[in-house]
């Protein structure tokens, strides 16, 4: 039997234990086989306080449940002393910072220095300590480390959750637990990208940050500066401009185009000027990055792995829409989406079917709260908007309405605009049911694609070109663009269901990488990373 001496290259945390594990290459169970010591020292810490403390009751059941199922053999511990896997995942605990993860949820930091332990019962400490915390970090790799909808009603999530025993019972199956236990975080090149960033980021911190450029003036293009050199140094960190492309101290030419790119990557007007908001994106720090990717990470690992084949992706923060077949971008265009107050929500649904020339049933707030009290002073306010009174359904004189005796409890008719240019909705809409009445669609406000920030709507998605989008989808089913102007030139409401449901994801992500390495980050407008942050903190404080 051969004995491997492992030294541990450890973070700074772990480094002073002074421990050094002989580790024996035998098969882990079987050896405490009758040890009635060792059965009641397990069965001890199982039930202990200490470990359900950290942990909700489902958990430690399952895990004591697994425990009793395998007699108590260890999963950790080779001729009673940690295993060369036992060390593997206790160094990838004290590294879980690497996914966004806190290292501290997990106990990491104590962790380390109870392998020098050897009786029964600190061994069963050691084993039972290990299984909690490796189970709460794969659970947390697995589907986030809070429930999205329990941090904010307006996600609409519920991310497939694995238990406790299953982890053991994988890890206790596997030839490699550290590959184990990274087949459970998201099997995506998207989540995989943003953790290699944040992989940069840390690097970058360790390094001592950016330097800060100081303020000043606004810089426009052609100026002489002296915080040009400091700008060139920043843009070359970020990789949007090539080392040598620029000197001097004028901020003109390739300079000025990597300051738009990079403008452009963090959601700004890529006009080439510093001002304000410019110089304040720039000098946002690298901890306040690292908190940003971090908490998209979490984000990621809400999402389901397949997003299935076609999809519509929408992102809230990006104010972006596009549609994946085969994994291949066939549509991508700007969205208007909902304002401050009227914040679109976070889910997933199927679209089933579009409608051409569609009527806009305005909704009951807004009928309520913006239309009722113009009728009230002119019945016929909305009659240029080509908005028509509805009373079941049959359409009724606005003139004959008492409007002044209607109010938001009482409002027992229907507004409903009629399909046209001016509808609210557009040319057509991208049905995917649901309980908010959120649709992607047309509309008729095309200036307001030319802003950089788009919060616009009351809730609903308007998008950039939709008979683009129109013609992607409907190809599949035979349908041409001349057949799709055909049905919108007809001016005949008209519905066409599709064939298959296409999945339609809209999610909130204010911090992602694309394919080619580019990265990208996004304004907090609806406040989500503040709370999601808070909920995170609350979540290591427990």
């Known amino acids: 039997m051969l004995a491997v001496v492992l030294p541990l290259a450890l973070p700074a945390m772990a480094q002073d234990t002074g421990t050094v594990v002989v580790v024996e290459e035998s098969e882990p169970g079987g050896v405490y086989e009758g040890d009635i010591e060792w059965y009641v020292s397990m069965q001890d810490r199982l039930n202990s306080a200490e470990h359900r403390l950290v942990s909700d009751e489902q958990r430690s059941a399952n895990i004591a449940l697994w425990y009793e199922q395998r007699d108590y053999a260890p999963l950790w511990l080779v001729d009673g002393k940690p295993s060369r896997a036992a060390q593997k995942v206790i160094f990838a605990l004290l590294t879980a910072y690497e996914d966004g993860l806190n290292p501290a949820e997990y106990k990491a930091d104590v962790m380390y220095p109870k392998i020098g332990n050897g009786d029964a019962q600190h061994l069963a400490d050691f084993e039972v300590s290990l299984s909690y915390?490796?189970?709460?970090?794969?659970?947390?790799?697995?589907?986030?480390?809070?429930?999205p909808n329990r941090v904010n009603r307006e996600l609409v999530l519920f991310p497939d959750e694995i238990s406790a025993d299953r982890i053991l019972e994988r890890l206790s199956q596997a030839d490699d637990v550290i590959a184990e236990l990274r087949d459970l975080s998201p099997n995506t090149d998207r989540y995989d990208r943003l953790r290699k960033h944040l992989q940069d980021l840390i690097v970058i911190r360790a390094r001592g940050?950016?330097?800060?450029?100081?303020?000043?003036?606004?810089?426009?293009?052609?100026?002489?500066?002296?915080?040009?050199?400091?700008?060139?140094?920043?843009?070359?960190?970020?990789?949007?401009?090539?080392?040598?492309?620029?000197?001097?101290?004028v901020y003109d030419g390739a300079l000025v185009e990597a300051l738009k790119n990079y403008q452009t990557r963090m959601g700004l007007e890529p006009d080439g000027v510093i001002g304000p908001t410019t110089l304040a994106e720039l000098n946002t720090t690298v901890d306040e990055r690292i908190r940003t990717v971090d908490l998209n990470l979490?984000?990621?690992r809400w999402m389901?792995?397949?997003?299935?084949?076609?999809?519509?992706?929408?992102?809230?923060a990006d104010q972006t829409v596009k549609y994946v077949k085969d994994d291949k971008t066939l549509y991508a265009a700007l969205a208007q989406v909902g304002q401050s107050y009227h914040r679109t929500p976070v889910f997933s649904d199927y679209m089933e079917y579009l409608e051409f020339n569609p009527?806009?049933?305005?909704?009951?707030?807004?009928?309520?709260?913006?239309?009722?009290?113009?009728?009230?002073?002119?019945?016929?306010?909305?009659?240029?908007q080509n908005i028509n009174v509805l009373r079941n359904d049959a359409t009724i004189d606005p003139g004959q309405v008492p409007w002044r005796s209607y109010s938001k409890a009482n409002f027992p008719v229907r507004l409903r605009?009629?399909?046209?240019?001016?509808?609210?909705?557009?040319?057509?809409?991208?049905?995917?049911?649901?309980?908010?009445?959120?649709?992607?669609?047309d509309t008729p406000s095309k200036s307001n694609f030319d802003r950089a920030s788009r919060y616009f709507s009351h809730g609903c998605i308007r998008i950039q070109n939709?008979?683009?989008?129109?013609?992607?989808?409907?190809?599949?089913?035979?349908?041409?663009?001349?057949?799709?102007?055909?049905?919108?030139?007809?001016?005949?409401?008209?519905?066409?269901?599709?064939?298959?449901?296409i999945p339609v994801h809209v999610a909130y992500l204010t911090a992602w990488v694309n394919k080619d390495g580019s990265v990208y980050y996004r304004r907090d407008i609806y406040g989500r990373d503040e709370v999601l942050d808070k909920a995170l903190a609350v979540a290591v404080a427990d």
């Open 417 to 441: 605009q009629e399909p046209g240019p001016r509808n609210a909705l557009g040319r057509v809409k991208f049905m995917f049911p649901n309980q908010f009445s959120i649709y992607l669609h």
């Open 359 to 384: 009527y806009w049933n305005v909704p009951q707030s807004i009928a309520t709260n913006e239309y009722l009290p113009m009728l009230k002073a002119n019945p016929y306010a909305l009659k240029a």
């Open 304 to 316: 389901q792995a397949n997003f299935g084949n076609p999809y519509v992706f929408v992102n809230l």
């Open 466 to 501: 939709p008979f683009d989008l129109a013609t992607v989808i409907l190809a599949d089913q035979g349908m041409t663009r001349a057949d799709i102007d055909a049905i919108v030139d007809s001016g005949r409401r008209q519905v066409v269901r599709l064939n298959e449901r």
């Open 209 to 249: 940050g950016w330097d800060i450029i100081p303020e000043g003036d606004v810089l426009k293009p052609g100026m002489t500066d002296g915080r040009v050199a400091t700008l060139r140094k920043r843009l070359i960190e970020e990789g949007d401009l090539a080392e040598g492309a620029h000197e001097g101290d």
């Open 133 to 147: 915390a490796v189970t709460l970090y794969g659970q947390h790799l697995h589907s986030g480390r809070v429930e």
């Open 298 to 300: 979490e984000r990621r």
